[in-house]
Every structure is written in C-alpha cells, then in structure tokens.
C-alpha cells in the first residue's frame, strides 16, 4: 500500500508508522543547500509525498487519521513494489548519486554488469551528456535516475 501524504508531511507519517509498529519504506536522499553563504545538509524523501506501507489496511486508516495522510493507493502486486524499492535502496548505498525521475522512461532494457549495483535492471536513457539508470517504481509512474557508466550496462533482450 501507498500512502499519499500531504505536502512535507512524509517523515512525520513514517514516525507515526514506527510508532505504531507497522513495517515501512521512505527511501530518503541527502540535499545540499546553500542559505546566507552557510551549508546546510538534510535528508530529504526520494519520492515526495509518498510513503511505503507493507502492513494491512488498518494501518493506511490509522495514518489518515493524523490528518497527515490526503489518500492512500492499493498495490496488487506486493512483491513488485518491494523488489523495485530494494533496488532503489540498494543505488543509494551505492555512493551513486540518485535523484528523483518524474516519469516512467521509455529506452531500452539493461542490467549493471559489475560494481556495486550488480544485477539491477531498469532503463537506459542519455541526456546532456551522462547515461542514467532509471529504476521504475510502476505504482507511481516515476523513479529514480542513477548516472552510470555506460561500459557497466549490458541490453537485456526481450
């Protein structure tokens, strides 16, 4: 389940979900900005707005009862979702800088042949000069870019 949180609300619905018990996933970034000439670094949600629930459906219903939450999304394949969030934790373990995607991608298939991010699978596209890595979250219509070096990459054939 998808829990769609109101705007900047996602870590006080994941404190709430800690709370309560009830196993979640708010993939964070770090962010480096810059006011009055100081740095400031924060951690930031990957996916704004959204927060990743595995219990039932009980718990999306707690949350909205925070009056955090605007609506939650049903997720008919479970296992998908986990499977395309590991790979999203395991880029930003990687040390590879991950950024928020907008869209679902269209390009062509390939897995990572080496390096830390072995094995994983989403879509290659080029733009200004750097290949990206997009790791699909399909539920939301949007994922997240890896720059990655294109000698990494093999094409998957369908």
């Given at each position: 389940?998808?829990?769609h949180?109101k705007?900047?609300?996602?870590?006080?619905?994941?404190?709430f979900l800690a709370?309560?018990?009830?196993?979640?996933?708010?993939?964070?970034v770090?962010?480096?900005?810059?006011?009055?000439g100081r740095?400031?670094?924060?951690?930031v949600?990957l996916?704004?707005?959204?927060?990743f629930?595995?219990?039932?459906k009980?718990?999306a219903?707690?949350?909205?009862?925070?009056?955090r939450?605007?609506?939650?999304?049903?997720?008919n394949d479970?296992a998908k979702?986990?499977?395309?969030?590991?790979a999203i934790?395991?880029?930003l373990?990687?040390?590879?800088?991950v950024?928020?995607?907008?869209?679902l991608a269209?390009?062509?298939?390939a897995?990572?042949?080496?390096g830390?991010l072995?094995?994983?699978?989403?879509?290659v596209?080029?733009?200004a000069?750097?290949?990206?890595?997009?790791?699909?979250?399909?539920?939301?219509?949007r994922?997240?870019?890896?720059?990655?070096?294109?000698d990494?990459l093999?094409?998957?054939e369908?």
């Amino acid at each position: 389940m998808i829990l769609h949180t109101k705007a900047r609300q996602e870590k006080a619905v994941a404190k709430f979900l800690a709370a309560s018990n009830v196993e979640h996933d708010l993939p964070l970034v770090e962010r480096t900005t810059v006011t009055r000439g100081r740095k400031h670094r924060s951690e930031v949600p990957l996916f704004a707005s959204y927060v990743f629930v595995k219990g039932e459906k009980q718990a999306a219903y707690d949350a909205i009862a925070t009056k955090r939450v605007a609506s939650f999304i049903e997720v008919n394949d479970q296992a998908k979702l986990e499977e395309e969030l590991a790979a999203i934790h395991l880029a930003l373990q990687s040390g590879f800088e991950v950024e928020e995607f907008p869209r679902l991608a269209i390009g062509a298939r390939a897995r990572v042949t080496k390096g830390p991010l072995l094995g994983v699978e989403g879509v290659v596209i080029d733009e200004a000069r750097r290949t990206c890595l997009i790791l699909h979250v399909e539920m939301l219509g949007r994922g997240a870019a890896v720059e990655i070096e294109r000698d990494l990459l093999e094409e998957i054939e369908d």
